[in-house]
């Protein structure tokens, strides 16, 4: 191989891993600032957008926009020769500009029809009312799922007849996100990723670039009133990243966003201009330029969200789109939705002394969006000092909109972090706050409940705290309970009742902390705790219990729609990868175990029998066979039989991996059925 072609396949291999490692950063949640790259995207791409959000009247405007706006971050699109004196080559396809266009909105033709089973699980929603898409869905009598790259349909209740009545598969370059059921209609979400090809050059010198992808948002509709052979009904392409969505009754509500680089680019007086647009069926239409909304800002503007509305009613489609920051969290209210996005501001002299880092000036932008009446319409902005952890951070309440915050870091010496909560009224004026709360730890958890608000914070011991926002003027810590471990994720059991799950903790050795200079503890197995916060200034932990050891873990800890609870039924279910330490090698080490890391030994599905009285284990469920965890080795297994959901309808659990469907009695978990995948 040449020394050029050798090349170019390094940088393309560099690029894609860029390009993987920056939508990573967007999509994934929590996202939590510590790299250079995260770092980067923060401190170039944040802007200074505020409320007054205007709209152009033409193309012409939008692209003057941008052109004024344009700040050439990066050479995003280009590429170069080594000695940066050969020939730009621009790498994006040309649209046309369509300015003769007049604004238009665009039509789905769609009836619904169905009818509803009502025992059956659902989605695990923070808001009730707000269906959040998932991978796997129920309607009580099939089961949808994603799976292999395909979407399958399984007959699932009753189970002596269950079987897999069809599957669905995308386009191969089509990435499938998630899913939403609405009665005999599947909505299919996906990501595409367009390459564009690397340019060919007779240059003898290696070529350098950022390598460009466009990133578009599908949207497929199936009519599924036959289970046997569904039919798309509409297919919808958006542009930009899929961020997330949202279904309230028959409305969906889906976020994208693209980088405004992709829309617009210039050099040395080369030009490239993308409208956006909406293609449904094979038509696509330009993005009216109306329905852009700006702000006049001296600061670059690289990030626009789109909002698009898919009203099953009506059948209309909607798009409104945003010149502003870009978004990490969503959080969506009845009549709103917040987008957040942390920003960093560093000290210039410190960025080049590589502690920039550390001496950071974090805060959370909340831009918030209404949807009232299905009408979508940019309200205003507000910020608060922190980040955020997830979702579950941020809450809306009585016109109040709620943030938990996080400032600094454990590790960082010079500046104990602090954590927070601010309250904001509904223009997001900051109205009070509480400041300070557990200093030198961070967040791992927080859950807001009406007029009540629950966190967890850690270092080395977990100190569960109880506030009180029924005075949204004055909020207040009421209670605090220190206990070892930490809840990564809350639930509610009932109004004086919290369950907590994360994981178990042991303290470091004296003789360790003091090398390390640091006073920490070592993550241990599973903990799932049951709070009593009867008396709210005195919270207690009613029940507890550990699973495993040290390298336990459970996909519950970082997405809740892997956690599976019923009140009702008393059932709890979480899917667990268990690692286990030997006892001879517990002898060994005297019983101190903290730093050890337990052997693979099982994955699959834990089920608990829950009420007041605490924990009572039923027994556990998996998809793997004894030669499975044999070829696994020690450090588990992450393959096709991983269980990633559970769910049951009427009196049974049906527990779900990408190879296979289980169908177990919920009375005494015995196997019913069983059905392959692959």
């Known amino acids: 191989m040449d020394k050029k072609s050798l090349k170019k396949k390094e940088i393309a291999f560099a690029s894609i891993i860029i390009i993987i490692s920056f939508v990573y950063a967007i999509n994934v949640q929590p996202s939590v600032f510590g790299n250079s790259f995260d770092w980067f995207f923060r401190h170039y791409f944040d802007n200074g957008s505020t409320s007054d959000l205007k709209t152009f009247s033409s193309y012409d405007d939008f692209i003057d926009y941008l052109q004024n706006n344009w700040s050439g971050n990066g050479g995003y699109g280009w590429y170069y020769l080594e000695d940066w004196g050969g020939p730009q080559v621009n790498l994006f396809s040309t649209r046309s500009t369509g300015k003769s ?44 799922m994603i799976a292999n790259s395909k979407v399958y349909i399984i007959n699932a209740y009753p189970t002596i007849d269950s079987d ?60 599924v009133s036959n289970r046997k052979n569904p039919k798309v009904i509409k297919e919808i392409e958006i542009d930009g990243d899929y961020v997330d969505s949202r279904m309230i009754n028959n409305q969906i509500y889906i976020i994208t966003q693209e980088y405004t680089g992709l829309i617009y680019r210039i050099f040395e007086g080369n030009e490239t201009i993308n409208i956006p647009q909406v293609t449904i069926n094979g038509v696509t239409k330009k993005l009216p330029a109306n329905h852009i909304h700006y702000v006049d800002s001296s600061d670059p503007i690289n990030i626009m969200t789109n909002v698009i509305a898919i009203n099953l009613d009506n059948k209309e489609v909607d798009q409104e789109s945003f010149l502003i920051s870009s978004s ?59 980040r955020i952890l997830n979702q579950f951070s941020m809450d809306e309440h009585d016109g109040y909109f709620r943030i938990a915050t996080t400032i600094g870091n454990v590790w960082d010496s010079e500046k104990k972090s602090s954590n927070n909560v601010y309250i904001l009224d509904h223009e997001l004026n900051r109205v009070s706050e509480i400041e300070s709360i557990a200093s030198g730890e961070q967040i791992y958890s927080a859950r807001f409940m009406g007029e009540k608000a629950y ?3 850690f270092k080395k011991v977990d100190p569960f705290f109880t506030l009180d926002l029924s005075d949204p003027k004055n909020p207040q810590v009421l209670g605090k309970l220190k206990i070892p471990g930490y809840s990564d994720y809350l ?27 640091v006073d920490f503890a070592w993550y241990q197995g599973i903990k799932i705790a049951l ?12 029940s507890k219990v550990i699973i495993g050891d040290r390298g336990t873990s459970s996909p519950a800890l970082y997405d809740h729609k892997a956690f599976l609870f019923d009140r009702e039924k008393e059932l709890l279910v979480i899917p667990i990868s268990l690692c286990e330490i030997a006892d001879e090698i517990k002898e060994k080490n005297n019983g101190y175990t903290g730093n050890i890391r337990g052997d693979f030994t099982f994955q699959g599905a834990y089920v608990y029998r829950l009420n007041l009285d605490g924990f009572e284990y039923r027994g556990r469920i998996s998809h793997l066979e004894n030669q499975d965890i044999i070829k696994t080795g020690n450090w588990g297994y992450y393959g096709p039989k991983e269980i990633r959901r559970s769910l049951y309808i009427h009196n049974i659990l049906y527990t779900i ?12 978990l015995s196997e019913l059925n069983s059905l392959k995948l692959v």
Not at 341 to 347: D, G, K, L, V
Not at 498 to 512: P, R, S
Not at 531 to 542: G, I
Not at 662 to 668: A, I, Y
């Open 101 to 144: 266009m007049s604004p238009s909105s665009t039509i789905l033709d769609i009836s619904i029809d169905g009818e509803t089973v009502v025992d059956y699980s659902k989605t695990n929603n923070q808001v009730e009312g707000m269906d959040e898409p998932d991978i796997i869905k129920t309607d009580g009598t099939y089961i949808y």
């Open 164 to 223: 897999l009545f069809s599957e669905i598969s995308l386009n191969n370059s089509i990435y499938v996100n998630n899913i939403f059921i609405n009665e005999n209609k599947l909505v299919i979400f996906g990501s595409s990723y367009r390459e564009i090809p690397y340019p060919e050059s007779n240059e003898e010198d290696y070529i350098e670039c950022w390598w460009p992808l466009f990133t578009s948002t599908i949207v497929n509709i199936y009519d």
């Open 328 to 386: 990490e969290n969503m959080y969506v209210s009845k009549n709103n939705i917040y987008l957040a996005q942390t920003s960093y501001e560093f000290e210039e002299s410190l960025i080049s002394s590589g502690i920039g880092y550390r001496r950071s000036t974090e805060k959370t932008i909340i831009h918030k969006i209404s949807i009232k009446n299905r009408d979508i319409s940019y309200i205003t902005q507000g910020e608060v000092p922190g």
């Open 455 to 457: 966190l967890v914070t």
């Open 491 to 517: 639930h509610p059991f009932d109004e004086n009742h919290i369950i907590g799950i994360g994981k178990d903790t042991v303290e470091a050795m004296d003789d360790l902390k003091e090398s390390r200079n």
């Open 531 to 542: 709070f009593d916060v009867s008396d709210f200034d005195n919270p207690k932990e009613l």
């Open 657 to 668: 991996s990408d190879s296979m469907i289980k169908m177990n009695s919920l009375e005494d």
